[in-house]
């Protein structure tokens, strides 16, 4: 009974040290993790398309316009088209559903979140939009505080606070974390409900349902598509199995275990899938008066985004699809992750404090050999080395969910490398996180106390 009570007094303060340095983080950038001004008006221009769906569901009705998410264009001369839907909502101007040009490739459940809170709400639509931003930002740290506390359980708390010590200071990360439109914590929810789901029944050492992964993964990727559409949706459907991967080394499923498992969630999640779709399209037909309007859309919007060109596109369109894969994989190899930089003004060469993504791969790559080989030297053969042998080769097969979207959807990532490299973080820095950390705590511990035998 003392150690059931210790165990949930260190979750309790896990997810209160979480929570609270997270949501800070992403809402006022209190740790400086990233670039102040790019913090500020990070995607706005994405962000309009919600609060201008806001202000026309004030005026006509949620589902007015198919309930698509969009933008007013009538806006004043020499101001920015984005900018002014912040007015618009704002100051609550009147306005011309004319002038209202949809986004057709969402469905936009993140904004009728936001218009039912904001029929609710007895404040101002200007402190509303704080904390609209608010919430996401809770929202968001809530979902990796469930992360974090998972992890907690499979490699004990120190490791996990070197985890969220590096979330801390991710910089897209930071950027993402409260921005409505992206809904970040939206893409981990079908991740984390297979995760939550198949460690209760490890926990419990039950058998696991067929059934019940089909349902939670078929809920989980249709509120995930319900808030943010198909954006960034292989790399969703590869981290969602990633906790199976997990669980079979970990407990050393039979092979035919596993890919009954896995067939089920495929299953489920392309029915998730096709019923989204079947929504959008219907949507667009609201509009453009025909079915065949809204397929039309999905295809072109899917040849613009992998590898097609079109006369229809813009020059910019056809060159991003016809750019060379190693030219699109190698800036998200460069980009950078973490900048140490806004934090510290130290008279050193930028470089210094910079951390790219392909630096953290290539470090996450040695400290997984390091671990790995730091477990052979173990006498017993205890949970959490097994745990992490585990983790590591989950945390390799997890580099798919990223490079899914940078290579399927080329032309997309060749021109939005102003936001793509957030999918570094589903989930496999996440992952690379917690094999940094398991290994510095075992340096740190081996170094302490040179016996073969591990401290637990």
Known sequence: MRNYFKNRLKVSLLVILSLTSLIVGF????????????????????????????????????????????????????SDVNLYQYDIYRNSLETDIETYSTYDSQTGGQAILFTILNKLSPFSNSLNLKLFKFLTSLLTATILSIILVWLSKQFGYSTTLIVLLLLIFSQWLTVFGRNLFWSLWSFYIPYISLTIMLFKYDEEQRTILNRVIFIVVLISVLIKCFFTGMEYITTTLIMLVTPLFYYAVKNKWKFMELVKYLLTTTIAALLAVLVSFSVIIKQISAIKGSVSSGIEHIQQSFTKRTYGGSDNFSDTINESVQ????????????GIAIDLNNIFSITVPKELLRVGFGELIITIGIFSIIGLLLSKIRIEYDNIINNFRALVLTCWFSVLAPLSWFIMFKGHSFIHTHMNHIIWYMPFLIFGFSIIGYVLIEIIRLVINPSKERML
């Not at 949620?62 to 020499?78: A, H, N, Q, T, Y």
């Not at 750019?323 to 460069?334: A, D, R």
């Open 323 to 334: 750019s060379g894969l190693g030219e699109v994989l190698s800036q998200y190899w460069t």
């Open 27 to 78: 809402y006022y950038n209190f740790w400086k993790a990233a670039d102040q001004e790019w913090f500020n008006h990070f995607q706005y221009d994405s962000e309009s398309l919600i609060l201008g769906r806001i202000s026309l569901t004030e005026n006509e009705g949620i589902f007015s316009m198919g309930g698509l998410l969009g933008r007013f264009s009538d806006f004043p001369e020499g």
